[in-house]
């Protein structure tokens, strides 16, 4: 009795806990025996612009399964399937005669008109999942910042990777009952659990400003044949970018996944994860940290004879005869190294640094994006008195462009650092927000100090180096910059980087815009002449497009001819052009001059940009 109550008792826990307890386990391990999922996969989120223009959608496309047990013509089923999708029927068969595989992905992918198609054919043990593949309406646009999807539409970089946990959704799923050969039940009824959309990307790109950076780095590439050409184009008043081209690339609706170093090295975001040497462009950011710590001011005067002899080593001026007696407007108009290389040396190592890591050099500027770097600034403790003389003309120092121009932005906007970023904020199907970009400003110099930069750097555009990229009726600030490339740790003898860096309006900036050219093949290679013009079309077309009008009167343009000065003396021909209200970049360092670009007899308007080449 004893043992037959144990037994019973036993007996009864057992059914309760099959009944209470692992019901739930026991009726899914039913349904796996019983049911054949198919993936619902969940739609991808787009991405827009800021103003609602899609940048990145999704399309419906099929997969074809096959459940070789459920086929009762195989050669029939074979030539259907490899007709339409374009495989090899022989192949297709000897899958089709596997009975040991319940089921076969014969391809993903398949654009929705041909898997409408074989849908409508009704072919014995062919099954379909509607699932959705990445659209590019704007082709080419932004390769590098929207990055791509792998097979299983997953995002891999660019904001498709940095987003993806978002962007992806949740997928679902459709049951269909079968017996154990994987035959479906008659009178059987599929269900569906649905998938979960996944959210949207609001960014502050502007596709149609995006259009223009586009056309002016393709141009750049072509008229100077560079290794390559980018532009950033950034909302000052918010860190808002609202543009970033660079060329080369590749179209993002063909993606070359079969040449794995084009895909890595056309799809790698230069601008955010390389570093280069400013050179004179980060000239701006010496002369804003001298004026806001008391080092200099208007009245400060420097002398320039082209050279300055530092901790024993001579550096030289870009214009190697000199500048003679300057005040600091006149040494930032004509870029000259000796000026900057004062600034620094006055301000010391610590004062110096302090203002740079406020621009936020030396680290990460927290855009949304994978990889960022943090540039390359010499460890403070390190800093020899000749080292601090090269960074205060920008060598020595290495930085993003994104880096760059949000320092830039920062020294401009009225002295406040604002994070760069793509995307605004997230919200899902139903409108709600996820997620909202929070802007951790900080404020890097006074307004007044600010309001001075804006009127030094526009004196550079319309009376110095930045000529060309002016535009008639509006005050536009910049600052050009040209430095030589280093490889194995030594100058690369021919190979510059061109830059420009612009404001405007100058008076209220909006924008800023940086252009990069790598390498121009041409002795042609100063920034003033190579990338100031893409900078002054861009924002001629920026003030159209926005409706911003012209604030200055637009005068009659001046125009003379260029003299001949081949076999004259560089001291002679400086003179010759300055007497002719022409500014001047000197190629090379003799005494003597070679060649001139324009040339001999031709027009060129006053204030415009003359090369000269010495020897």
């Known amino acids: 009795m004893i043992s037959i109550t144990f037994l019973f008792c036993a007996l009864l826990g057992r059914l309760c806990y099959l009944q209470l307890f692992a019901s739930d386990m026991l009726s899914a391990r039913a349904a796996e025996q019983w049911y054949r999922d198919l993936p619902l996969k969940a739609k991808r989120g787009t991405i827009y612009d800021c103003n609602g223009n899609i940048i990145v959608d999704s399309k419906d496309v099929f997969t074809v399964y096959v459940r070789p047990r459920a086929v009762t013509d195989r050669a029939a089923v074979a030539k259907a399937l ?20 319940s089921e076969i992905t014969v391809k993903k992918g398949v654009d929705f008109e041909t898997g409408s198609y074989l849908r409508d054919l009704g072919l014995d043990g062919v099954y379909f999942s509607v699932d959705s593949a990445r659209n590019y309406p704007y082709g080419k646009y932004l390769t590098q910042v929207l990055g791509y999807t792998n097979a299983d539409n997953e995002g891999q970089n660019g904001l498709e990777g940095y987003y993806d946990k978002f962007l992806k959704g949740v997928d679902g799923f ?19 659990i649905p998938a979960v959309a996944g959210a949207d990307l609001n960014s502050g790109i502007d596709v149609e400003i995006q259009s223009f950076a586009e056309a002016a780095v393709d141009a750049a590439k072509l008229e100077w044949n560079a290794l390559s050409a980018s532009m950033i184009v950034l909302n000052v008043k918010t860190g808002e ?9 590749y179209d993002l609706a063909d993606i070359p996944r079969n040449d794995v170093n084009m895909l890595n090295a056309y799809s790698k975001n230069t601008m955010i994860v390389d570093v280069y040497e400013p050179g004179s462009t980060f000239k701006i950011f010496t002369t804003a940290a001298a004026i806001e710590s008391g080092s200099v001011n208007d009245e400060s005067t420097f002398f320039c004879p082209g050279y300055r002899m530092v901790d024993g080593q ?22 000259c190294n000796c000026v900057f290389m004062d600034l620094a040396l006055r301000m010391g190592t610590e004062k110096f640094y ?15 994006f994978f990889s960022e770097s943090s540039g390359l600034l010499m460890n403070e403790k390190s800093v020899k008195t000749v080292d601090l003389a090269r960074i205060g003309f920008g060598q020595a120092v290495a930085v993003t462009p994104l880096q760059l121009i949000s320092g830039v932005a920062a020294v401009v906007n009225g002295g406040i650092y604002h994070t760069p970023h793509f995307v605004n904020n997230i919200t899902d199907g139903m409108g709600n927000v996820l997620y909202t970009f929070s802007d951790e400003n900080r404020r890097v110099l006074s307004e007044g100090t600010s309001e001075k930069m804006r009127a030094l750097l526009e004196a550079v555009v319309s ?3 930045g000529k060309k990229a002016a535009v008639e009726g509006y005050r536009i600030g910049g600052k050009t910059g040209t430095a030589q490339k280093y490889e194995n740790g030594a100058i ?4 510059y980087v061109s830059s420009f860096v612009g404001f405007a309006p100058a008076a209220d900036p909006q924008y800023a815009i940086l252009m990069i050219v790598d390498e121009p093949s041409s002795y042609a290679y100063y920034g003033s002449i190579v990338a100031a013009p893409y900078v002054g079309q861009v924002f001629k077309k920026i003030f159209d497009y926005k409706g911003i009008a012209p604030t200055e009167e637009i005068k009659e343009k001046e125009y003379v001819e260029m003299p001949f000065l081949d076999g004259k003396g560089l001291n002679e021909s400086v003179n010759a052009l300055e007497a002719l209200g022409l500014n001047y970049e000197i190629a090379g360092e003799g005494e003597k001059v070679i060649s001139t670009l324009p040339l001999v007899g031709e027009k060129v308007e006053k204030g415009d940009i003359v090369l000269l080449r010495t020897e």
């Not at 007709?83 to 595989?101: F, G, I, P, W």
């Not at 001026?317 to 870029?335: D, F, M, Y």
């Open 82 to 101: 490899s007709s339409a999708l374009n495989l090899d029927e022989t192949k297709l068969v000897e899958k089709l005669s596997r009975s040991s595989v």
């Open 174 to 192: 459709s049951l269909t009952a079968t017996d154990n050969s994987g035959v479906e039940l008659e009178n059987n009824t599929t269900k569906y």
């Open 241 to 249: 970018i609202s543009a970033m081209a660079k060329t080369p690339s």
């Open 314 to 335: 001579r550096i030289k001026c870009w214009r190697t005869i000199g500048h003679g007696s300057q005040h600091l407007a006149e040494g930032v108009k004509n870029s």
């Open 354 to 368: 302090d203002y740079l890591e406020k621009f936020g050099f030396g680290s990460k500027t927290g855009v949304d």
């Open 463 to 465: 009376e110095g180096s």
């Open 492 to 495: 690369a003898q021919g190979k």
